[in-house]
Nanobody, 114 residues
Framework: QVRVVESGGGLVQPGGSLRLSCVVS????????MAWYRQPPGKEREWIAS??????VYEESVKGRFTISRDNARNTAYLQMNYLKPEDTAVYYC?????????WGKGTLVTVSS
């Protein structure tokens, strides 16, 4: 069973930065899509960024502030979040796709507040 584990969340002030990590429990291929989603309080889960190989795509509200990356040797994806806003408060989830299987972590909470 493939496990996906997110980490790096926490409380940060507006304008601050955080880096989230997502570790997969198996060797990942460079072409396997990985993505970050988030679920704000009281709202549905939403996609925010994807990386497949070296191709990266972002949701408009995070473009220019967030950067998705991956280290295939470490089976890890990252989400560098800069210039955080209160509306970025959410549980952040990592998604890993291999073949026809999609795996999710349990999420990590990011709270942006002064």
């Amino acid at each position: 069973q493939v496990r996906v584990v997110e980490s790096g969340g926490g409380l940060v002030q507006p304008g601050g930065s955080l880096r989230l990590s997502c570790v997969v429990s198996e060797d990942i291929h460079r072409t396997s899509p990985m993505a970050w989603y988030r679920q704000p309080p009281g709202k549905e889960r939403e996609w925010i960024a994807s990386i497949t190989g070296t191709s990266r795509v972002y949701e408009e509200s995070v473009k220019g502030r967030f950067t998705i990356s991956r280290d295939n040797a470490r089976n890890t994806a990252y989400l560098q979040m800069n210039y955080l806003k209160p509306e970025d408060t959410a549980v952040y989830y990592c998604n890993y796709v291999t073949g026809n299987m999609s795996y999710w972590g349990k999420g990590t909470l990011v709270t942006v507040s002064s």
